[in-house]
């Protein structure tokens, strides 16, 4: 009986903490399959820089950045360098940019994706844990799994070759170990369809 | 009443079908008279017909989103294209909010003709948005024109409907009015203090923040007056965004309760605040 107070204290808690996306503060968990079903968690990746982009390939601030290049350049550039990059998808069943694990994994090849998993959050959980608000929304947790950017992959949704690059200078930061100047800043986007 | 949800039901078809990637929503440009006379000011108004469900975006777009934006091909001489941006709506959903506008938005705006104007000219303008609802986004770019002849404005039939939007499009009363800001850890304490003894009641109490990341667009914003104070004050939280210390605001104000303004006195309003030094 204890242990069983103990564990729905431990959830209480735990829900709790799920909620406080917070830069500085460790990360949320996470549980989510991939786009092969496997299931891909936080501490799989203890030691290691990762990020967390929110897609919608529907959405018209994510097609520019996939089809300029933009997104797929910054997804190859950075795990060449043994960051692991997790796009997310919190979209619902029957909402723009939801698809099956199947179709989502076509169209992820098509746009030429090169995350290291493609996360089927169609319900929404970890967008919440984290207070994923549009696409594209960026997030940046460092080796010690603490949570360092929380922002807009750039200033400019209308030109992105002008645009101060908020995201990569972020993570080039946390790769380098020194301060991040701008962790947390308002995202520009489609919000997020939950 | 059957016949009339079919009817419906078809219209939404069509539009599924025909309307992949036009925004959702359409756009033109009325003038409250097709002639102008060099020197004068014409009056005109950017029309937008938004798809039953969809909404599009205000000046602040709030959470996501982007501001409707307009951009002008004048003939030489021509002066003025300062779009006015009727008073917003608050769509929330969950923890966000969108600030826009749904149905049919009418934003005005006012050019001067150059003093040599003669025969005609055509205006041009190229306006973008982006048309979300709970489910998707779609953008939405049009270009449209104007053609206007020299000679005595003639009212046309849309003048009366210019003159209503105008009417609902905030008027600036930083002249009457003056707006403090005190800012606290997490909040923003804000007032507002009458400049002169004619100043009538404020009625315009339910307030829009035209300024992003300040307060967050999901907070309602509603001055209640201050006991024995000829002021009105409202404490709202301030932006997760609002990282530095807060420099200006811009406020738009409406009376609470109504879409259209009841009287001339109740038009919406809008006050700014610099911080000093």
Not at chain 1, 28 to 50: H, R
Not at chain 1, 86 to 94: C, N, Q
Not at chain 2, 118 to 138: E, F, H, K, M, Q
Request: overall charge negative.
């Amino acid at each position: 009986m204890k242990s069983i107070i103990h564990a729905t204290i431990a959830g209480a808690f735990g829900l709790i903490a799920a909620h406080a996306a917070e830069i500085g503060k460790p990360a949320p968990e996470f549980s989510e399959k991939n786009t092969s079903g496997e299931t891909v968690n936080l501490t799989d990746f203890k030691g290691k820089v990762i990020v967390l982009e929110w897609v919608n390939y529907g959405c018209p601030f994510v097609k520019k950045h996939y089809s300029s290049g933009n997104l797929p350049k910054l997804q190859e550039t950075y795990t060449g360098k043994d960051v692991v990059w997790l796009t997310i998808s919190s979209a619902a069943e029957g909402k723009q940019g939801y698809y099956d694990a199947a179709k989502m994994a076509e169209v992820s090849k098509e746009q030429k994706n090169k995350a290291s998993h493609t996360l089927m959050d169609t319900d929404g959980t970890m967008g919440k844990a984290y207070d994923a608000k549009v696409t594209p929304h960026m997030f940046i947790i460092n080796k010690d799994g603490v949570l360092v950017y929380d922002g807009a992959i750039d200033s400019d949704p209308k030109d992105p070759a002008t645009a101060d690059k908020l995201f990569s200078n972020a993570l080039d930061a946390v790769i380098a170990g020194t301060a991040v100047q701008n962790p947390k800043n308002k995202p520009y986007g489609c919000g997020v369809k939950y | 009443m059957m016949s009339c949800l079919r009817f419906f039901a078809l219209f939404l078809t069509m539009g599924a079908a025909s309307a992949a990637e036009n925004g959702r929503a359409r756009v033109d440009w009325i003038s409250e008279s097709p002639t102008c006379e060099a020197g004068k000011s014409l009056r005109t108004a950017i029309r937008m017909v938004i798809d039953p469900g969809w909404h599009t975006y205000w000046i602040n777009p709030g959470d996501a989103g982007m501001k409707t934006s307009i951009e002008w091909k004048l003939p030489s001489g021509w002066v003025g294209g300062a779009l006015e941006y009727p008073v917003p709506e608050r769509y929330s959903s969950g923890e966000m909010a969108a600030l826009g506008y749904k149905g049919t938005v009418l934003f005005p705006v006012t050019f001067t003709a150059p003093p040599e104007f003669s025969g005609t000219a055509r205006l041009g303008a190229t306006v973008s948005w982006l048309a979300c609802n709970d489910g998707a986004c779609i953008p939405g770019e049009a270009e449209i024109s104007i053609e206007i002849q020299a000679g005595p404005a003639s009212l046309s039939s849309d003048a009366g409907i210019i003159s209503d939007a105008r009417g609902k499009t905030p008027l600036d009363r930083n002249s009457d009015f003056k707006l403090e800001v005190a800012e606290q850890a997490k909040s923003l304490v804000l007032k507002i203090h009458p400049l002169h003894s004619a100043v009538p009641e404020l009625v315009q109490t339910l307030a829009f923040p035209a300024s992003p990341d300040v307060i967050p667009p999901i907070a309602e914003i509603r001055f209640v007056r201050v006991p024995d104070a000829d002021s009105w004050e409202a404490t709202v939280p301030k932006s997760e965004y609002a990282t530095e210390s807060i420099r200006e605001l811009q406020l738009v104000l409406v009376a609470p309760g109504s879409g259209a303004p009841a009287k001339a006195t109740h038009q919406p309003i809008s006050l700014a605040w610099r911080k000093s030094h």
